[in-house]
Every structure is written in structure tokens, then in C-alpha cells.
T-cell receptor
Framework: GENVEQHPSTLSVQEGDSAVIKCTYS??????FPWYKQELGKRPQLIID?????GEKKDQRIAVTLNKTAKHFSLHITETQPEDSAVYFC????????????FGSGTRLSIRP | GAVVSQHPSWVICKSGTSVKIECRSL??????MFWYRQFPKQSLMLMAT?????????EQGVEKDKFLINHASLTLSTLTVTSAHPEDSSFYIC????????????FGPGTRLTVT
């Protein structure tokens, strides 16, 4: 089955700097890669996603890149703000009737003022 | 649109009792629902996938006789934790998808279960 690894587990950056979180997946059949932001005690919120036929996607300060050959995908947050502090999860989905999404282990991002 | 609710939001029960958690899609029909468990400072671990009208598919290591899942309608799935023990204390989150094979999943707000 699919396995998703995520690094780093914790990340502290100065406000205004960029943050990068990296993930790898194991199943080459995975075709959908969402990123979620989760605040303490809350549900995960989809912040950006990318499909396997696209190499990069950007939405304001957030961008995601995908390297299918290497089975790597990354989240980039620019001009970080205090409200970006949260736990971020990458995930991967294998196209099948099950359509289940497998999560990475998470990255706790802290923005230093 | 695409709102998913869960009830209760938190519950405390005694060891040995059973607890039922409901997951509802409020404004769409959910062909598929997923149940996750999240321990403190850990990731979401998929427990099972349920399709309306059929038996749930459990992930490896999840006891199907302990975690009973029912998806009797297109808007409601329930998770019953039977004979709960303190180690079952966790944050349980459901998500719903409008179709098998659909990319998007919409998450419920989660249920905090504490077993004393």
C-alpha cells in the first residue's frame, strides 16, 4: 500500500521568511496530492492540492511542486505570517474505487515574530 | 457547500461501555465516508472506508468487531466503539466524498473520545 513520508517534523522560521515542507510517496500509481493545515483540536483544512499531470501549482503565498519521477512533492509558503503557525500534513491518493487518502506524519510549523 | 458534521463533538465514557459517533453530510450525498483516528501530536490514521449500503473496508490492524461502522444512508455513517478502553481515547474524524474515486474529501470537525 501507499506510504507517505514527511520532513521535517518541526520547522521554525522567522516571520516573513519562507517555509518548505517535503514529502515522498511510495506508490507510483498515486495521482492526487493534497496538503492540509490543522490547528489544535480542529479538522484538517485543504490548503492546496496538485494532480499528477501537473508539476507546479500556486495560490497566492502557497505553492506546491511535484516530481513524479522521484516521487517527491513539496509545499512552499512564502512571506510567512503568524497565522501560518499550525501542523501541516501532506497526503497522497491512489486512484482506485477506494479513493482513500494516506497522510504523512505532519510538520509543526512555528512562525517567530 | 460540502459541509460535514459530527456528533457528539466530545464524549467521556467509562471503560467497558460502547460509544456511537455520527458523521453526516449536510448538503451533499456521500457515497463514501472515511473514518480516521488521531492521537495527540500524531497524524491521521485511516481506520476504515465505508460505502453506502455495503460493508466497511477496514485498514490492516483495525479490529472490525471493536469499531463497528454503519453507512446506511447517503448522508449518515456511524462509528461505534465497543467495549471502550482508555487506549481508545483519541480524536476521531470522519470525511465524506461525493463519489467513489473522487479526489476531494470533506472532513467533519472531529469527536474527542475520552475513556476513563
Amino acid at each position: 500500500g501507499e506510504n507517505v513520508e514527511q520532513h521535517p517534523s518541526t520547522l521554525s522560521v522567522q516571520e516573513g521568511d519562507s517555509a518548505v515542507i517535503k514529502c515522498t510517496y511510495s506508490d507510483s500509481a498515486s495521482n492526487y496530492f493534497p496538503w492540509y493545515k490543522q490547528e489544535l483540536g480542529k479538522r484538517p483544512q485543504l490548503i492546496i492540492d496538485i494532480r499528477s499531470n501537473v508539476g507546479e501549482k500556486k495560490d497566492q503565498r502557497i505553492a506546491v511542486t511535484l516530481n513524479k519521477t522521484a516521487k517527491h512533492f513539496s509545499l512552499h509558503i512564502t512571506e510567512t505570517q503568524p497565522e501560518d503557525s499550525a501542523v501541516y500534513f501532506c497526503a497522497a491518493r491512489v486512484y482506485s474505487s477506494a479513493s482513500k487518502i494516506i497522510f504523512g506524519s505532519g510538520t509543526r510549523l512555528s512562525i517567530r515574530p | 457547500g460540502a459541509v460535514v458534521s459530527q456528533h457528539p463533538s466530545w464524549v467521556i465514557c467509562k471503560s467497558g461501555t460502547s460509544v456511537k459517533i455520527e458523521c453526516r453530510s449536510l448538503d451533499f450525498q456521500a457515497t463514501t465516508m472515511f473514518w480516521y483516528r488521531q492521537f495527540p501530536k500524531q497524524s491521521l490514521m485511516l481506520m476504515a472506508t465505508s460505502n453506502e449500503g455495503s460493508k466497511a473496508t477496514y485498514e490492516q490492524g483495525v479490529e472490525k468487531d471493536k469499531f463497528l461502522i454503519n453507512h446506511a444512508s447517503l448522508t449518515l455513517s456511524t462509528l461505534t466503539v465497543t467495549s471502550a478502553h482508555p487506549e481508545d481515547s483519541s480524536f476521531y474524524i470522519c470525511s465524506a466524498s461525493w463519489a467513489q474515486g473522487a479526489n476531494e474529501q470533506y472532513f467533519g470537525p472531529g469527536t474527542r473520545l475520552t475513556v476513563t
